[in-house]
């Protein structure tokens, strides 16, 4: 069984500039979550989708966050503006309605 | 309330020794308190769950201790070995909301020395 996909794997960009990231959940799942994990620290819940739908994002700074899974599969996120402290690893997540959650390996973002 | 505490943040044992991580918690509706093994460059993954109907539960080398009074828990890795070494995750979960996501401690980097 394929796990879940994410791309790109690194991202270097400047402050202010956008970025997004993609995510492609094991086939089935219906809840896909993105996390942020900062260098040192436990992953930190940015939003919840089961299918298209959100369930939750009260941690998602949405002035420049935004997210959307569009046809309830695969995932994006944007940061627009960047600020250097959205430096971290970006980690998406897959899981049946209440199951166990699969990892992604993560997008490591970088903002000079 | 979210919060999940654990310690220690760095962790170094001889191969064969036993490798132990603690967390706390103050949420009394966490029911579900996974643990989760991280090597560099991968995701977490999942190593071992516990209910808090139950005090104890073993798979292979790995054990969760559960105290529901105290609201702690923690991981026993016994007869550590090399491949052991990664950054270790506890984690709570509150059930009862449709959210039911996942709270995270801020992880013991675990190594094993030969």
């Known amino acids: 069984e394929a796990g879940v996909a994410q791309s790109p794997r690194y991202k270097i960009i400047e402050k202010r500039q956008s970025v997004a990231f993609w995510c492609n959940p094991i086939s089935g799942h219906a809840t896909l979550y993105w996390y942020q994990q900062i260098l040192g620290q436990g992953p930190k819940l940015l939003i919840q989708?089961?299918?298209?739908?959100?369930?939750?994002d009260s941690q998602l700074p949405k002035d420049r966050f935004s997210a959307e899974r569009l046809k309830g599969v695969d995932s994006t996120l944007k940061i627009q503006p960047a600020k250097l402290e959205d430096s971290a690893v970006y980690l998406c997540?897959?899981?049946?309605?209440?199951?166990?959650?699969?990892f992604g390996p993560g997008t490591r973002l970088t903002v000079l | 309330q979210q919060q999940v505490k654990q310690s220690p943040q760095s962790l170094i044992v001889q191969k064969g020794g036993i490798s132990i991580i603690n967390c706390a918690y103050e949420?009394?509706?966490?029911?579900?308190f996974p643990w989760y093994q991280q090597f560099p460059g991968k995701g977490p993954a999942l190593l071992i769950a516990i209910r808090p109907d139950v005090s104890e539960k073993k798979e292979g080398r790995f054990t969760i201790s559960f105290n529901k009074s105290a609201k702690q828990f923690s991981l026993h890795i016994m007869d550590s070995q090399p491949g052991d070494s990664a950054t270790y995750f506890c984690?709570?979960?509150?059930?009862?909301?449709?959210?039911?996501?996942?709270?995270f401690g801020s992880g013991t980097q675990l190594t094993v020395l030969p």
């Open positions: 949420n009394t509706a966490f029911d579900y």
């Open positions: 989708f089961q299918n298209n739908g959100v369930v939750d």
């Open positions: 997540a897959s899981s049946l309605v209440g199951g166990e959650q699969f």
């Open positions: 984690a709570a979960r509150d059930s009862s909301g449709s959210a039911r996501q996942l709270t």
